[in-house]
């Protein structure tokens, strides 16, 4: 046989109906004792449990694809014992297409008692898919094991799976005869004269004594395997424009004549349905019904049965994503008034509302959002997102933002200015109803606040943070009046986007906001972001000039140096001290000249060590030209949530998120963290332990493999944590120059050029641990490996409880120009969201990150090598 050539057929091209023979039941039918009888008399009236000669049994077939059925149900002829089995022969045939299955079709059978005066009773039941997992469809001869006294299962996943024989000798049979069949084993005539009879013979002794119900059934047994495919659309070739001169005159005959061209097709036209988009009037009048205003009295004392408690917990607990059906709909929203009290039901109410009727959007807004109980920061965060664009909703998020301190926005602020996006189309988007209303009720509560402070306000003007405000875009140039930090990284996140092409316009506004604000209530805060201005501009500017010349490294570091160490340019002393636009908590005083020098990069980037105002220690920084920061600053900026996250949970896992900023689309700082890659550590040292062990020795702990202890606990923790949180971020490229290690002991990732499962390998393992971590902490089966693992489960659960607020923030940055998410924005939220296993249980979750963390070693060792 030709290995190198393989026969099939595609599904697609089998324009035959599914068809099947159903042959006989075997096995040993259920035994009712006396005992049984009498606890439950009713049992007597079902033939089954009556005497053998009156047992009366058929069969229904149905035939489902993704919880829904392809075809009415069929049922066979009932069939009485015949020699002791039930018999019936009969050919099943379903008005569906062979060609028109989808892959995940599905058989169940179902074996029924209806002999006797009680309505049927399942005999047993279990569902076959029709293709393997290797795609081809099923055929020959079929030995079902029924799940007794149960129906067939036909949804995903199915309580009655298909289950294949656990009788070793016939299992080994099976693959035997299936061998043979496909022409594997070669025919002996003389042998097989023998031997066929005597496994049919085989077969059938299993079928009548087996313990389990066994349901014999014949499939169509084709010649050649019958594999899943979908059918390749035709090409169908460009055609020449009516008004372009090349048409030919044999091509304007055949129109001339009425002839239509052969790529010309019907199916290439639709006929567009005038009332397609119109409301569903049926649809429309059960809403009413359902949602009358009538019975809003009634709601606001209805409460929730167990069941129906159960029902809207399970439906709190859905991810951000999940789009609520009708029926979850109503029913959030009939117990709305009983939700109120739960704070996590906000964003499920929300979505719950139909927002085009006026008076559900009139209670939603001016009713029930003001008596609700005060939601987390997460839940606000959902409501400025993109997909909550009603205007008092959004009003309603800023009011609940104005309790969030400083340090809370900050930490939320990257996100923040990109729901100003979201902002401005739902301002333009609203009625000048809708805005009066918002605006009235800024109004009142102003009023209110002022009545409040009548004191202070006459002894000075009220600030704007004073005055609650229902516009995002105030609230945050009102709090960067107050924190240098906050203002200072509004600044420049605002100054990037100004460089956006169809959002620059939008941020030019919100930069001359900000800068009227700064102008009158914190001119000092003013002046020292336009002095950033000007020095950020001037590193950038002389940096690009220093990349693109052709100078050699040396040549180019001494000129680095002789501008640096120039008077004019005003960059060795800096009098007053300037706040660090990278760290805004950082007033910096000068440069170090001497310490100064360019990386061997293709980018050539500046190292540059400032001198902080303490006269003591110094602040290092990359700066970098002609490279989109934005990327790495989002990392980052979810590097340090994850790690507040779990600080809150008092769990310290030692990440180092350091920091990032992108002073335009492709000039921006980085922080520079002393330490050397892993390449370097293992080609000085031989090993990581015996880098650590260089930096902080212990000869007397031979526990601690002579590393100080504290130092192997922290590269322990800070392995876990980068472990997680690279994995829920799917960050890829990993490789050994990227992989840092400090000399305390703590390991960091940088340069995340690819996220969101994104990698220029392929096949890259979903957990990065390379060989040499592992190595470090005394091999897999030390107790320092066993405490890694132990960390990465328990930072996995920590953060996937804090998965909607993860969500939220990424969802607020798929109008970002970050590549990763530009390229696939609506996935991007989804394949974080996969990776926290939202849809199954802790226990479930934690074990499957478990799993993929004992497979990752031997694809990491490979992966990393690359």
Wanted: proline share 6%; charged share 25%; with cysteine.
């Amino acid at each position: 046989m030709d290995r190198d050539f393989y026969s099939f057929v595609a599904a697609c091209d089998v324009h035959e109906p599914v068809s099947l023979r159903i042959v006989r039941l075997g096995g040993r039918l259920d035994v009712c004792t006396p005992s049984k009888l009498w606890d439950e008399p009713g049992l007597r009236f079902h033939s089954i449990h009556a005497t053998a000669s009156s047992t009366s049994l058929c069969v229904r077939c149905e035939l489902y694809a993704d919880n829904k059925a392809l075809a009415p149900p069929i049922y066979t002829s009932l069939s009485s014992p015949s020699n002791g089995a039930h018999v019936w022969g009969e050919w099943i045939t379903f008005a569906y297409r062979i060609c028109d299955l989808p892959l995940t079709a599905q058989l169940a059978f179902t074996v029924l008692d209806v002999a006797g005066i009680a309505s049927e009773t399942e005999v047993g039941g279990m569902t076959l898919p029709l293709f393997g997992k290797r795609g081809a469809l099923r055929r020959g001869t079929k030995r079902l094991r029924l799940w007794r006294r149960v129906a067939a299962d036909p949804h995903a996943p199915s309580t009655t799976p298909y289950r294949h024989d656990d009788v070793p000798s016939i299992a080994r049979l099976d693959k035997l005869f299936k061998r043979y069949q496909r022409g594997i084993t070669p025919p002996v005539e003389w042998l097989d004269a023998h031997t066929l009879p005597l496994i049919e013979k085989t077969y059938e002794n299993h079928v009548d004594t087996s313990a389990d119900l066994l349901l014999i059934v014949d499939l169509p047994a084709y010649e050649l395997p019958v594999v899943y495919g979908e059918p390749e659309l035709p090409i169908v070739p460009s055609h020449t424009s009516s008004t372009s001169a090349s048409v030919s005159a044999d091509a304007e005959h055949n129109v001339a004549a009425g002839i239509r061209p052969a790529w010309l097709r019907p199916s290439l036209f639709t006929h567009s349905d005038p009332e397609g988009m119109c409301e569903n009037l049926v649809e429309s009048k059960h809403r009413r019904l359902v949602r009358g205003q009538r019975s809003a009295t009634l709601d606001r004392e209805r409460k929730p049965t167990a069941s129906v408690r159960d029902t809207l917990r399970s439906i709190l607990l859905y991810p951000p994503t999940r789009v609520l059906t009708t029926e979850e709909m109503d029913l959030v929203w009939a117990f709305r008034f009983y939700l109120t009290r739960d704070p996590a039901a906000l964003t499920k109410f929300v979505k719950s509302v139909v927002w085009t009727d006026a008076q559900e959007a009139s209670q939603a807004t001016e009713e029930l959002l003001p008596i609700w109980a005060e939601p987390q920061i997460a839940d606000t965060l959902e409501l400025l997102g993109p997909s909550f664009l009603h205007l008092q909703v959004r009003a309603y998020a800023v009011r609940q933002l104005h309790r969030a301190s400083n340090e809370q926005l900050a930490l939320y602020l990257l996100q923040l200015v990109q729901a100003l996006k979201f902002e401005e189309y739902s301002w333009h988007a609203a009625s000048e109803t809708q805005r009066a209303a918002v605006l009235q009720q800024q109004q009142q509560e102003q009023e209110h606040v002022i009545q409040d402070s009548a004191i202070e306000t006459r002894r000075r003007p009220p600030m704007p943070s004073s005055e609650p405000s229902v516009r995002l875009v105030d609230l945050l140039c009102s709090r960067s009046t107050q924190s240098t930090a906050l203002g200072t990284r509004f600044y420049w996140y605002v100054a990037v986007e100004r460089c956006d092409s169809q959002y620059g316009e939008l941020f030019a506004r919100v930069e001359q906001q900000l800068h009227a604000a700064l102008e009158a209530h914190n001119a000092p805060l003013l002046t020292m972001l336009e002095r950033q201005r000007h020095f950020v501009q001037m590193l950038a500017t002389k940096n690009a000039e220093l990349r693109v010349s052709r100078d050699t490294r040396p040549k180019k570091i001494e000129k680095l140096r002789a501008l640096l160490a120039d008077r004019k340019a005003g960059l060795r002393t800096l009098d007053p001290p300037l706040s660090l636009p990278l760290d805004p908590d950082v007033c910096i005083t000068g440069i170090a000249v001497e310490n100064s020098t360019v990386f061997k990069s293709n980018l050539f980037p500046w190292r540059l060590e400032f001198r902080v105002d303490d006269d003591i220690s110094t602040y290092t920084v990359i700066v970098k030209n002609g490279d989109d920061l934005r990327q790495d600053q989002l990392v980052l900026q979810l590097f340090a949530l994850m790690d507040s996250l779990l600080r809150d949970e008092h769990l310290d896992v030692c990440i180092t998120p350091y920091h990032v900023l992108a002073t335009s689309p492709h000039d921006g700082l980085v922080q520079f963290i002393p330490s050397m890659s892993v390449a370097e550590a293992v080609a000085k040292h031989g090993d990581l332990l015996g880098y650590l062990r260089s930096k902080h020795p212990d000869y007397r702990n031979a526990t601690t493999f002579d590393v100080l202890p504290q130092v192997l606990d922290t590269f322990v923790r800070s392995c876990a944590g980068y472990c997680v949180i690279t994995y829920l971020l799917g960050v890829g490229d990993r490789h050994l120059d990227n992989l840092m290690l400090a000399t305390d002991g703590h390991f960091f990732h940088v340069d995340f050029s690819y996220i969101l499962g994104r990698d220029p390998k392929p096949f890259p393992p979903p957990v990065k641990v390379c060989k040499e971590m592992v190595d470090a902490m005394g091999g897999a089966s030390s107790v320092y490996y066993m405490r890694f693992k132990k960390l990465c489960h328990i930072t996995f659960a920590c953060l996937r409880k804090n998965a909607n607020l993860i969500l939220n923030l990424v969802s607020l940055m798929v109008e970002a120009n970050i590549p990763d998410i530009r390229a696939e924005p609506d996935k991007a939220v989804l394949k974080v969201q996969e990776k926290f296993l939202l849809d199954v249980s802790e226990e479930q979750a934690v074990a499957h990150f478990e799993s993929l963390l004992s497979d990752t070693s031997y694809l990491s060792t490979q992966y990393f090598r690359q």
